[in-house]
């Protein structure tokens, strides 16, 4: 893989790092429009299952982008994905830390806290139709993503026991 | 984040709950991974600039190297049958996963009714429309906040 690719990991997935409001989740649209439909570094399918690998791992959700950098560009391209989707945020909430604390009970604090929420939630479902729509192609797999959301809301389940089950069902061939 | 604040809080006494909780809304705020975050702030505020490096490096290089193992056996085997069959299944569930942590977040307290209008036309604009996601913020995030203060008079 070329340079070039190491460079588009570093500056698409910086800018990624100071948009990702609420966490690592709310940008996985527009990480599925980079590394999919931008660039076409990957199927919808292949994006979907490194995201189902970055979950079922150990750690934080956002070490899919060290996955997608390995795919893209090898260990050079891990490294680079890892630290541009994490580097900016964090000198940001460096710097921000700081100065945080002088600001508790001022109105524009509560209100950008509030402001944000909606956004959030926005974005947490347009990620989770998106992914869907890129992981599942016939109806038992829609039905799977559904029993399994399902199964969060309404059980204190851990989600490993029902990628495990998922994984059987794969493993059966009804998807 | 439930394991950072037993760990930060009841186990190490690092921070107290109400500075988990200040340190926690802050995170949560700014961009980026939370509990990087909250690794960053907790390192910087005991260590400076150090404490920050130290906290993130201790935070994500075990999942990183587990992640790059994983991602070796993925290419390695990810295009045997079995191993595709069984990636369909577990896609399908994390998949699933994300849905659920939408819809959980879409029916808590913190979403006031007349402010999912604004939930609505993101998913709206980054959903169907695939709109990129800074030209959408630039333009979404000052309206719901706006939106917040006016409500709040």
Redesign the interface.
Known sequence: MSEDALVQLATDFS???????????T????MH?SVV?VHGWMSG?QF????????????????VV??IG??VAG?AG?VVA?VA??G???V???A???M??RF?GA??R???????????????????????L???DSWP??A??????????ATRIH?LW??G???????A??? | MPFARRMLVEERHWLSAEEFT??L?????????????VA??VG??YHG?RG?IAA?AG??T???F???A???L??QY?HLP?VS??????????????????????TSR???SA?????????I???LM?L???VF?LG??PL??????WR?K
């Open positions: 800018v990624l790092s100071l948009i990702a409001v609420g966490g690592a989740i940008v996985l649209p527009e429009r439909e399918a979907a299952e490194l995201f189902a690998l970055a979950q079922a791992a150990p750690g934080p959700n956002i070490l060290s996955l390995w795919k260990l891990a890892t989707v994490c900016p945020s964090c940001l909430t460096f921000v830390s700081r945080w604390q508790r109105r524009w509560a209100a950008v806290e509030d402001g944000l929420v909606p956004v959030t939630v926005g974005l947490m479902l347009a990620g989770g139709y998106l992914i869907t890129s992981a599942d797999a829609f799977t993503t559904a029993a399994t959301a399902a199964f969060v809301l989600p029902l990628f089950a998922a994984g059987l069902i794969g493993l061939g009804w998807v | 200040d340190v809304s802050l995170c949560q705020l700014l961009p980026g991974p939370n509990i990087v975050n960053v702030c910087a505020r600039v920050a993130f935070l994500i075990a999942p990183f587990i992640m790059l994983l991602g070796a993925y290419t990810g079995t069959a069984l990636f369909r299944g577990i896609s399908a569930a994390a998949a699933g996963l994300v849905v659920a942590m939408g819809l959980k977040m879409a913190r979403l006031r402010m999912a209008l604004f939930a609505v036309m993101t998913f604009g980054i959903a695939r990129p996601l800074v913020l979404a995030v719901s906040v706006a939106a917040t203060l709040a």
